[in-house]
C-alpha cells in the first residue's frame, strides 16, 4: 500500500478540554476535519463543560518539554498551533524547541482572558506570550479583549479604533494578525487581518446561536491547517487566502452547530458539518 506524502503534520501545544468543544481536543477535530494529521502536546488538564471551567491542573514544565522533544524528535512538522500558555517558563521551552526544529508556519492563539472578561493569566504570563510567544509567531489571532490585554490599551469598541492599533499590534513580531471583531455590536463580525503589505477586513454575517464554546481554538487550528497545505512558493496573496478559507469554514461550522446538541450550556462548533 503507497502513503500519501502530501498529508501535513501539525501539532497543537494547548490544553484539554474534556467536554470535547475546545482546546487540544478541538483543535484535532479541526486538523482532520481540514485534511491533516494532527499531533498533541498537553500544557494543561482542565475539569470543564459547555457551562463552565471547574478546574486547571497544569502540567509540569519538564513533561511538557518531554512531550515535544517527543512529538518534534520523530515526526515532521509542518504547523504548529499555540494555545493558553500560562507561565514564563513554559512560554520560554516552547520557544526553545520551536527555534531549534523550526516548522514553516506557527500559529498563535494568545488566550489570556476569559469570555466572562476575567484575566487568565499573571502580569508574568501576560510579557511571556508578548516578548516571546508574539515574536516567534507568524500568526497571532487576539480577539478585542486579549489585544487590550497585549498592548495594555482600552478594549476596542470600533471598527476605526481596531484601525487604530495595527501599527502597534504588528510592532511585537509576528508578520500576520488577526484581530478578531467578533465582541463589537451589529449584524456583522468583522475580523481585521494585518499582512506585511496591508491590511483588510475579513467580515461574515453574525449567527444567532450559542453555541460558540471553542470558537477561537477551532478558528487558529483552522488557520494552521490551511497554511500547513500552502507551498513553499506560496505568496502573502496566498496566505491571506488561507487565513480567509479558515474564517469561511469556521463560519459554516457555527452555521451547522444547531444540529449538535451536546450539553446544557455554550454547545461546540459543527466541526465534521462537511462530512455527517
Known amino acids: 500500500m503507497s502513503t500519501d506524502s502530501s498529508i501535513r503534520r501539525v501539532l497543537t501545544i494547548a490544553g484539554s478540554d474534556p467536554s470535547g468543544g475546545a482546546g487540544i ?3 484535532l477535530k479541526t486538523f482532520s476535519a481540514l485534511g491533516c494529521y494532527g499531533t498533541s502536546v498537553i500544557t494543561a488538564l482542565t475539569a470543564q463543560n459547555t ?3 471547574r478546574g486547571v491542573h497544569p502540567v509540569p514544565a519538564e513533561f511538557i518539554a518531554q512531550q515535544l522533544d517527543a512529538v518534534l524528535d520523530d515526526i515532521a512538522i509542518d504547523a504548529v498551533k499555540i494555545g493558553m500558555v500560562a507561565s514564563r517558563e513554559v512560554a520560554e521551552l516552547i520557544a526553545e524547541a520551536l527555534s531549534a526544529r ?3 508556519w ?8 476569559a469570555k466572562s472578561g476575567d484575566v487568565l493569566v ?3 504570563g501576560i510579557r511571556a506570550v508578548r516578548d516571546v510567544l508574539v515574536p516567534l509567531a507568524d500568526v497571532i489571532t487576539p480577539n478585542l479583549p486579549e489585544v487590550a490585554v497585549l498592548l495594555d490599551v482600552p478594549t476596542p469598541t470600533t471598527m476605526a479604533q481596531m484601525e487604530a492599533l495595527v501599527p502597534e499590534l504588528t510592532r511585537l513580531g509576528a508578520p500576520y494578525a488577526l484581530l478578531k471583531g467578533g465582541h463589537l455590536e451589529g449584524a456583522r463580525c468583522p ?3 494585518a499582512t506585511p503589505e496591508r491590511f483588510q477586513w475579513l467580515s461574515a454575517p453574525r449567527i444567532a446561536t450559542k453555541n460558540l464554546h471553542g470558537t477561537g481554538c477551532s478558528l487558529s ?3 494552521t491547517a490551511t497554511l500547513a497545505k500552502l507551498s513553499e512558493q506560496s505568496t502573502d496573496a496566498d496566505a491571506v487566502a488561507a487565513i480567509s478559507e479558515a474564517k469561511d469554514w469556521l463560519h459554516e461550522a ?3 452547530s444547531e444540529r449538535l446538541s451536546v450539553g446544557k450550556g455554550r454547545g461546540p462548533v459543527h466541526h465534521f458539518h462537511a462530512w455527517w
Do not use: K, N, T, Y
Request: charged letters at 30%.
Open 25 to 27: 481536543q478541538a483543535d
Open 51 to 53: 457551562q463552565g471551567v
Open 102 to 104: 523550526r516548522p514553516r
Open 106 to 113: 506557527i500559529v498563535l492563539d494568545p488566550v489570556m482572558v
Open 122 to 124: 499573571d502580569d508574568a
Open 191 to 193: 475580523d481585521l487581518l
Open 221 to 223: 487550528s483552522a488557520i
Open 254 to 256: 457555527l452555521e451547522a
